[in-house]
T-cell receptor, first 113, second 111 residues
């Protein structure tokens, strides 16, 4: 039982490049989330999903797209990376939203030059 | 969600209990108190949560005041591996999808 895994662990992009971050969970959780964390700050929710085939915007969705084609996977896409998207990205999952614990992955460190 | 107030930092001696306070004076009746921690460069880790009763698990104890306006997370025997940022979060149990992380308390356990 690996929990929540994220791929890649670290990536450097040039401004304007695109990439996809992959999150996978093996706990059969319904809900999945993408957060970003900037230095010295707490986590901010980018997008989330309440089930396979559904996604919704969080607090800071601009510049990102997501897809949840399979229950166990949640993809975060950057179509045209900007330096402001340099951050650490965390994926999380939970059985459902209300009063349920969110389990986090190890994070992806992204540097946009 | 109700806002929380935590001290920015605190030190603790290894082997001693660490008591982490959190104020949430505007908490409403359907909001839970959650504690997470984040060890350097890792993803946040769930510790414990409660509504109004005190709670204990293998990691920590959570003491919530009777008026629910504040709580204390207790790490009974702090180790060096407990050095982390600790976040106190309040959230509703009705279809709330996000955790609102504030600045947290940076706890440093010293040998």
């Amino acid at each position: 039982n690996a929990g929540v895994t994220q791929t890649p662990k670290f990536r450097v992009l040039k401004t304007g490049q695109s990439m996809t971050l992959l999150c996978a969970q093996d706990m059969n959780h319904e809900y999945m989330y993408w957060y970003r964390q900037d230095p010295g700050m707490g986590l901010r929710l980018i997008h989330y999903s309440v089930g396979e085939g559904t996604t919704a915007k969080g607090e800071v969705p601009d510049g990102y797209n997501v897809s949840r084609l399979k229950k166990q996977n949640f993809l975060l896409g950057l179509e045209s990376a900007a330096p402001s998207q340099t951050s650490v990205y965390f994926c999380a999952s939970s059985r459902r939203a209300s009063e349920e614990t969110q389990y986090f992955g190890p994070g992806t460190r992204l540097l946009v030059l | 969600d109700a806002k929380t107030t935590q001290p920015p930092s605190m030190d603790c001696a290894e082997g001693r209990a660490a008591n982490l306070p959190c104020n949430h004076s505007t908490i409403s009746g359907n909001e839970y108190v959650y504690w997470y921690r984040q060890i350097h460069s890792q993803g946040p880790q769930y510790i414990i949560h409660g509504l109004k009763n005190n709670e204990t698990n293998e990691m920590a104890s959570l003491i919530i005041t009777e008026d629910r306006k504040s709580s204390t997370l207790i790490l009974p025997h702090a180790t060096l591996r407990d050095t982390a940022v600790y976040y106190c979060i309040v959230r509703t149990r009705s279809n709330d999808y996000k955790l609102s992380f504030g600045a947290g308390t940076t706890v440093t356990v010293r040998a």
